[in-house]
């Protein structure tokens, strides 16, 4: 088996290069023609030298998975099913707006943390993605969408690590592919316009603060423990005061001067008056009671069957909105896009069956697993 070249950053491919007898700086070359033109082919590598284009295919390839299928929204929002092997696949979904083109990644095939309100959640933890699978994503519908509208414009321009999985549950793989994102020579994207989404693992969020600090979305969904416990279970592990110190620790590292919050709006669960009180009261505690620089974003729930959860109704949504916003923190309620596709928070495993027949297709080369597919719930 040869190396996917979209395993590496820069750095990382610089060394495999090097293990090659090539100087590092044929790595940027080469990272380039993979990143920025969507290269896969090493004969058309023009500027490489011709020594170094006739070894590559011995011990090296550029693939993403094999697409199981693709759906477009009437808004536009596209959703891809790729195959990831044994019985597993992920989505990734783009969703364009009149100023950006954002893609919604996955990193992991099944998520462990099990969150309540969470499709991926219900269907459990196959396995971690490689770096490769990350970036493929991006690398795929980056360069797709441009061959279909024969455009060099860039098409993503934002990415969220939103998808499947909890993202700090496969740092080593993430980190690598968030420096893909963000090198010159690869897409170029900002810290700003790269975002983590973390139910709160925080020890990872603290290192990553460190090691690759872009824009962090913390899962929230909840005030108070009891009811997180419940909602989402790694809060066990890490409570909520652990959580709100390690975003108030992030947040000197992080490339905005606030974080965001998102919280799955549930009828009768966490929408009530006293929830949002006990939100404001939580998040005021920090900065000498100046409170933590954060942006809350309600999300509508997605009800899918066995959640036994249903979706606060648009007037508890507004008036919820309202308590936190007259408290000065600034709040927005996520629109819901490409439903017609599932592609919207927290769709159903079942409807993404019946509606790509994709995991039917994967059952009957499955090697013993169980794992279907499902949108992770935070997507914007
Ligand atoms: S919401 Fe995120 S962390 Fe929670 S189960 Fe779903 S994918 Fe995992």
Redesign the pocket.
């Known amino acids: 088996m040869t190396a996917n070249l979209l395993d590496f950053d820069l750095e990382g491919l610089a060394a495999f290069c090097e293990q090659l007898g090539e100087k590092r700086f044929r790595a940027t070359q080469l990272f380039r023609w993979i990143h920025q033109r969507g290269a896969s082919d090493f004969s058309g590598m023009s500027d490489l030298a011709k020594s170094l284009r006739d070894k590559l295919p011995d011990v090296a390839h550029i693939a993403a998975p094999a697409v199981l299928s693709r759906q477009n929204a009437a808004d536009g929002t596209i959703k891809w099913l790729f195959d990831v092997g044994n019985g597993d696949a992920v989505e990734a979904v783009f969703i364009p707006e009149s100023d950006r083109g954002t893609l919604c990644v996955s990193s992991?095939a099944g998520?462990?943390?099990?969150?309540r309100?969470?499709?991926?959640?219900?269907q459990g933890f196959s396995r971690n993605l490689s770096t490769a699978e990350i970036v493929a994503q991006l690398w795929f519908v980056e360069h797709t969408l441009k061959r279909e509208l024969q455009t060099t414009e860039r098409m993503v321009t934002n990415v969220v690590m939103?998808?499947?999985?909890?993202p700090l549950?496969n740092y080593h793989a993430l980190v690598p592919a968030l420096k893909v994102m963000l090198n010159d020579h690869g897409y170029g994207l900002s810290r700003r316009r790269v975002t983590v989404?973390?139910?709160g693992v925080v020890p990872m969020m603290d290192k990553l603060s460190k090691d690759c600090p872009v824009a962090l979305a913390v899962?929230l969904h909840a005030p108070i423990d009891s009811l997180r416990d419940d909602l989402?279970p790694?809060n066990k592990k890490y409570p909520l005061q652990e959580l709100l110190e390690a975003c108030a620790r992030y947040l000197p590292a992080a490339p905005r001067d606030f974080l965001t919050f998102e919280y799955?709006m549930l009828a009768g669960i966490n929408d009530q008056p006293e929830h949002a009180r006990a939100l404001i009261q939580l998040v005021r505690q920090f900065d000498g009671g100046r409170g933590l620089s954060c942006k809350f974003n309600l999300i509508p729930f997605n009800p899918f069957p066995d959640s036994g959860l249903t979706c606060s109704d648009k007037a508890t949504v507004q008036t919820f909105a309202a308590t936190l916003s007259a408290a000065g923190l600034v709040t927005t309620v996520r629109k819901t896009r490409g439903d017609d596709i599932d592609a919207a928070c927290?769709q159903l495993a079942g409807e993404v069956l019946d509606r790509t027949n994709a995991v039917s297709r994967m059952a009957k080369r499955r090697v013993g697993t169980e794992h279907v597919v499902?949108m992770?719930?935070?997507l914007p």
Do not use: D, I, P
């Open positions: 992991q998520c462990a943390v099990g969150c309100f969470c499709s991926t959640g219900h939103m998808g499947m999985g909890e549950q989404s973390t139910s899962s989402v790694l799955c927290g499902s992770h719930a935070r």
